[in-house]
T-cell receptor, first 117, second 111 residues
Framework: DAMVIQNPRYQVTQFGKPVTLSCSQT?????MYWYQQKSSQAPKLLFH???????NEADTPDNFQSRRPNTSFCFLDIRSPGLGDAAMYLC????????????????FGDGTRLSIL | GDSVTQMEGPVTLSEEAFLTINCTYT??????LFWYVQYPGEGLQLLLK?????DKGSNKGFEATYRKETTSFHLEKGSVQVSDSAVYFC??????????FGSGTRLSIRP
């Protein structure tokens, strides 16, 4: 089945130690998103790629970076994790939203739960 | 700016009860509207969608109708089950490709 896969499901890192979360997709969607979700809250968009075009949300901290080496893979790098970065990180994909008309739904992975020691 | 206002939770119902979770939106133009469901420890799954006024999305016994006149997209189910316990998000995807999430509604169903 075509899907969005996030690895690992659970990640523990130390305060200040860089960490990378990964996402892969077999849907061949050209848009990929990274969200941060804290307990009992809605997902918060960090950034997204439209093909290779990177779009950062205005309030995403500089501590968060992303790479998309090809259509199938996308990585989230947290350069110096703080205690406040402990959260669930969700990757999602969608087809080209187009310039108008109906928007395509997003397909989410199961997330990576990040803990900071 | 665009926004989505969703019914506050948690909502607790008995099995076989009727469910309504309210959702209203503000947007420039006519966004596409979605309901997503999130089970504990998992990502979000698309539950249903509607892309224009008067469209009705339906899936797994859930329904929602895109009401332009009231700018609403309320989620309904005639008879809920314990397995429907989850968090439900109403989402607007509109102009300028802006995706707006509601705050989420936690639903608990008692056997």
């Amino acid at each position: 089945d075509a899907m969005v896969i996030q690895n690992p499901r659970y990640q523990v890192t130390q305060f200040g130690k860089p960490v990378t979360l990964s996402c892969s997709q077999t849907l061949n969607h050209n848009v990929m998103y990274w969200y941060q979700q804290k307990s009992s809250q809605a997902p918060k968009l960090l950034f997204h790629y439209y093909d290779k075009d990177f779009n950062n949300e205005a309030d995403t901290p500089d501590n968060f970076q992303s790479r998309r080496p090809n259509t199938s893979f996308c990585f989230l790098d947290i350069r110096s994790p703080g205690l406040g970065d402990a959260a669930m990180y969700l990757c999602a994909t969608s087809r080209d939203p187009g310039t108008g008309g109906a928007k395509q739904p997003q397909h989410f992975g199961d997330g990576t739960r990040l803990s900071i020691l | 700016g665009d926004s989505v206002t969703q019914m506050e939770g948690p909502v607790t119902l008995s099995e076989e009860a009727f469910l309504t979770i309210n959702c209203t939106y503000t947007a420039t133009g006519y966004p596409s509207l979605f309901w997503y469901v999130q089970y504990p420890g998992e990502g979000l799954q698309l539950l249903l969608k509607a892309t224009k006024a008067d469209d009705k999305g339906s899936n797994k016994g859930f329904e929602a109708t895109y009401r332009k006149e009231t700018t609403s997209f309320h989620l309904e189910k005639g008879s809920v089950q314990v397995s429907d316990s989850a968090v439900y998000f109403c989402v607007s995807y509109g102009s300028a490709s802006k995706i707006i999430f509601g705050s989420g509604t936690r639903l608990s169903i008692r056997p």
